[in-house]
């Protein structure tokens, strides 16, 4: 069947007779998947791009910009990575959306790319270079950029078709990667600027540095890990003032004695009355200086040093620790780096210098118990941190870096970017804001956040990424940061200039896309289209770890540079129209069915791809969509996606029947339109009852998946149409319809075509209702529908249903649903008894019904349906009866209801001794269970300890046992006497 689809660009017509029988997702996927890219179906460009800003009045434009469109960015993956569950969760979730937005006519926008991802692609390409036995520094760094360039032209963005298999609905006419050439120019516009505002400097920093990865990395990148190590408690001689040992020690405690070699000072409290008689003196740092001799230290006094903690005594090493670093600062102390940046120790540790950290650690306990200065060496167990790519024990380390002053206000009066990023997302005086969040806590945490944010270090110490635009002067000594390449630097003139090594925080680039993709920082009155159409986007819909790395960053950027762009009348833009996006939904974690976070350690994983190939993308989608809700993580389950893929096959054989009947009606010669499904049927007080009724349903299931889409609640909107479909239009809609659907020589053509507009109608609309969530097989079964030439390209191009407020339709639909809820009752009541009384499956019974309501008319008019769907007999096959007037039949068996009782007539042979045998055994064997149950809840002992939910399940059991054994005992006493 494969080859009569669409393939090398032809278009070769679907006929309805031509779905296959099986329902194959594989087939129709790949198809329906290649045929959305190749027709570039989901290209959104901007609306009138040559004449949107020349020619259109100042109104015009804003109305244009500020217009129906809805914008979203994906999350960009790292042009390293590989589609897992998380993705396909958060895809999904934006797919629906971006489908649902577009079906009702907004002007919609997905936009895709990928990130470079800095510190994963470069490790991922010198692991490349390890196993060839290179290393990138034999490479150089040119070289080695370009490698990196080979690799991602051949391996990158492998995460982007699987994106394209799976339909998502984006603009694949748009796709970047974070590096391209004019996202680069944005990137090192945003630089300048900061720079020029005085919001960028260089600054000495402790920062967490990974000695594998060689880059320094933020605290949110650090993961804490206990680990058992030791506590070494250090004598340090006390001098006299010609630097001889006076015989007395102060003793300091350390994690890490390898960094006593940067100590500069030990400090104590200044009112330590321990230390009192050592102010002013100095120690000697044994192992320090090139022959171990010692450099002399200050003791110094500091209020911040706990008196209780270990001796009192603290070492301090300004360039190893972020706490000594700021004593240091207090107290205008030299910083004494004594590690390189592999994590070995460099020059300034003397004796040891070349060695790795851990392999000084051991030296330098070992010499220092020699010379008998190692007091105690005790366990301890602390905090490490490690980084977070690599699991490398993290080094708080000095180093110059770059950073962003988000506190720092550019001029008087103006808000900082923090103050900025906080108003937009705070409540105002009207309880209103700029960007909402869902679920609504993470305002809480971003807010938080938000208040108490360090200045941002953007420097990496890597050389895959944007590198810094700045150039050191050797002369001069001064910076010159440019937006073109000088030749010369800015201060002096001097030519012996070289740029900075360093690249700039991959955070720093992807920031900035919600402006550099539409186009800023180049926005002529010729090149804005895009900027005015689709910013601020309207949703982000992401996952709550990223929250600050990235969605902070993007508010604090986006606000800070669209500031500066004016609104397309001219005018300035406010704070609201600057923000990146209105709305922030953070998705959910996926877990496994036992609702264990999935990892590669544990084994249980979930690979998308393995799914999909096994079930479809259709039901894999249809799956996370029918489980997520904001804030609920989801336990994925294949069990649902299997019986997602047994719905999916119930709509592809209901598309059969379908097609099925149309083939029979039209060759009976029924006009049957190919043309307009999507017409409403024409309805009236005289229609059947089916038909009003699954009208009215529909049109209530359509309000119902609107309403919760627009509440981000996937799992109610796809629960209502899994419901719609499978428990009224298959259950009873269809079997129903059925009875219409006569193309026999003698039977009506006229109900048979009406029978069938209907039914296709709903069918039609269904599918377009189902469609953004299970977008292949909708596409699939409308194009056949409509013989292969369907009134859009694509079935996501069509209207998505609407609710109806037509008031006179809903009184039918009133009438419908009320006549209906009657025959329901009824078919319903009489399946129930049939079962009670074990009624054979086909056995035709007689039935009597007995009514308070107005029913008996709707009972006479809808005969024929409770006659077939409740297998009852005819012509006498529901007799009328009021029960006020007539009573009750009290020597009969009832089925009492609300407002109707049902009497069900079955003779059953019944073997009467062995009837009665089985009823005894069974009443004996109640009466037993009976006992023993009563003998716990009377036993006062048991009840004081058994918890309350058990002695509830006890007390249950006992009334269900007492049931059962009232129920035996009538049966048995209902017996015929032998
Ligand atoms: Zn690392
Ligand atoms: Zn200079």
């Known amino acids: 069947m494969v080859f009569r689809r669409l393939l090398g660009g032809s278009t070769k017509k679907i006929m309805p007779h031509d779905l296959p029988k099986a329902y194959d997702p594989t087939a129709i996927e790949d198809h329906w998947a290649e045929y959305w890219v190749r027709e570039k179906l989901f290209a959104q460009p901007a609306p009138d791009t040559a004449s949107s800003a020349g020619n259109l009045s100042a109104s015009e434009a804003s109305l244009r910009s500020a217009g129906e469109t809805f914008t979203i960015l994906l999350p960009p993956p790292n042009v390293t990575g590989r589609l897992h569950m998380g993705h396909m969760l958060n895809q999904t979730e934006m797919d629906i959306l971006t489908r649902w937005r577009r079906m009702m006519g907004r002007r919609a926008l997905w936009l895709p790319g990928t990130d470079h991802a800095g510190i994963a692609t470069q490790m ?18 040119e070289a080695f950029v370009e490698r990196v360039w080979e690799w991602k032209r051949h391996y990158g963005g492998a995460i982007l078709d699987q994106m394209k298999r799976l339909g998502a609905s984006v603009d694949w006419q748009r796709e970047y990667f974070t590096m391209d050439e004019h996202l680069s120019v944005a990137v090192r516009e945003a630089f300048v600027r900061l720079h020029e505002q005085g919001l960028i400097y260089r600054g000495a920093y402790i920062v967490n540095w990974c000695p594998r990865c060689q880059t320094a990395i933020s605290d949110l990148e650090v993961v804490h890990e206990e680990q058992k190590g030791h506590l070494w408690e250090i004598r340090y001689p006390v001098i006299d003032a010609d630097g001889k040992d006076t015989g007395e020690f102060l003793t300091v405690a350390t994690t890490r004695p390898e960094t006593m070699l940067g100590d500069v000072a030990v400090a104590v409290h200044p009112e330590d009355e321990r230390y009192l008689h050592l102010h002013g003196k100095k120690l000697r740092l044994p192992l320090s200086g090139p022959d171990k001799a010692g450099r002399e230290i200050p003791i ?63 030296r330098i306990v070992a010499d220092l118990e020699e010379q008998g200065l190692l007091a105690a060496v005790k366990d301890y167990t602390n905090n490490v941190g490690h980084c977070d790519r690599c699991k490398t024990v993290v080094e708080p380390r000095l180093s110059t870096q770059w950073f962003v002053a988000v506190n720092k206000s550019p001029k008087d009066g103006l808000p900082s970017m923090a103050e900025m990023a906080r108003k937009v997302v705070a409540p105002d ?127 604090m950027l986006g606000c800070w540079f669209a500031g500066d762009v004016p609104m397309p009348d001219g005018s300035p833009r406010s704070l609201a129209d600057s923000i990146p996006f209105k709305e922030v939904y953070i998705h959910a974690l996926v877990r496994d069915a036992n609702r264990e976070k999935m990892s590669k350690t544990k084994g249980n994983v979930v690979d998308p791809i393995e799914i999909v190939k096994q079930y479809g993308t259709d039901a894999v989608r249809f799956t996370l969509a029918s ?34 009947n149309i083939e029979r009606a039209r060759e009976v010669g029924i006009h049957v339109p190919s043309n307009s499904f999507a017409n409403e049927p024409d309805l009236s007080h005289t229609s059947p009852v089916e038909d009003l009724w699954i009208m009215s349903r529909l049109n209530r299931t359509v309000q119902y998946v609107n309403l919760a889409l627009e509440k981000y609640r996937y799992d109610d909107a796809a629960n209502s149409i899994y419901q719609f479909f499978w428990g009224e239009f298959c259950d009873w809609y269809l079997e129903i319809v059925k009875l219409r659907l006569d193309f026999t020589d003698n039977a009506d053509r006229q109900v048979a075509g009406a029978a069938l507009a209907t039914l296709t109608h709903v069918f039609e609309a269904f599918l377009r209702l189902l469609s953004p969530f299970m977008p292949f097989l909708t596409e699939e079964i409308w194009h056949a529908l409509y013989d292969g030439k369907p009134p859009k390209k694509s079935i996501a191009l069509s209207e998505y249903p609407s609710y109806s407020e037509n008031a006179s339709l809903l009184s039918l639909f009133d009438s419908g649903e ?106 004996v064997k109640l009466e037993k269970g009976l006992a023993a149950a009563e003998r716990q809840l009377g036993n006062e002992g048991f009840l004081a300890k058994a918890p309350a939910h058990v002695v509830e399940g006890l007390k249950k059991q006992e009334a269900e046992t007492r049931l059962l054994l009232n129920k035996a005992r009538s049966a048995l006493d209902a017996l015929p006497s032998e």
């Open 429 to 555: 005086a009207d309880g209103k804001k700029a960007i909402t969040f869902t679920p609504e806590m993470y305002e809480k945490t971003y807010l938080s956040w938000m208040e108490n944010i360090h200045d941002w270090c953007i420097s990496r110490q890597l050389w895959w990424g944007h590198r810094i635009p700045a150039w050191h002067c050797a002369d001069c000594h001064k910076i010159t940061v440019a937006r073109v390449d000088p030749t010369a630097c800015a201060h002096c003139g001097s030519e012996k200039i070289t740029q900075e090594t360093d690249v700039l925080d991959t955070w720093f680039s992807s920031g900035l896309l919600p402006v550099s993709v539409f186009g800023w920082p180049n926005l002529t009155p010729e090149n804005r289209a895009d900027f005015d159409a689709f910013y601020p986007t309207s949703l982000l819909v992401t996952g709550f770890d990223i929250l600050f790395f990235w969605v902070a960053r993007m508010i």
């Open 124 to 141: 991922m390409v010198e692991r490349q270079l390890i196993s060839e036995g290179k290393t990138r520094q034999q490479l150089g760094r």
């Open 300 to 362: 110094i006094l500091d209020e911040w040093v706990s008196r209780d903690f270990g001796t009192g005594a603290v070492k301090v090493t300004p360039a190893h620790d972020p706490n000594d670093f700021a004593l240091g600062e207090r107290h205008h102390l030299p910083s004494i780096n004594v590690m390189d940046a592999t994590g070995h120790i460099n020059a300034e540790g003397g004796a040891y210098a070349g060695l790795d950290r851990y392999v000084a650690r051991k």
């Open 627 to 660: 489980m997520a809700s904001p804030g609920t993580d989801i336990a994925f389950n294949v069990a649902r996606t299997e019986g997602y893929r047994a719905f999916a096959n119930k709509i592809w054989n209901a598309a059969r029947f379908l097609f099925m």
């Open 818 to 923: 009320k006549s209906m809820d009657a025959i329901q009752l009824a078919i319903s009541g009489i399946r129930a008894r049939r079962k009670e009384l074990n009624a054979e499956e086909k056995a035709i019974l007689n039935v009597k019904i007995a009514s308070t309501e107005a029913y008996p008319d709707i009972f006479r008019k809808n005969a024929e349906i409770i006659q077939k769907l409740a297998r009852v007999n005819k012509p006498e096959l529901v007799s009328f009866l009021d029960r006020n007037k007539g009573g009750r039949y009290e020597h009969l068996t009832w089925q009492a209801h609300q407002h109707i009782d049902i009497y069900v007539e079955y003779e059953k042979q019944i073997d009467v001794p062995a009837e009665r045998a089985r009823l005894t055994k069974e009443i």
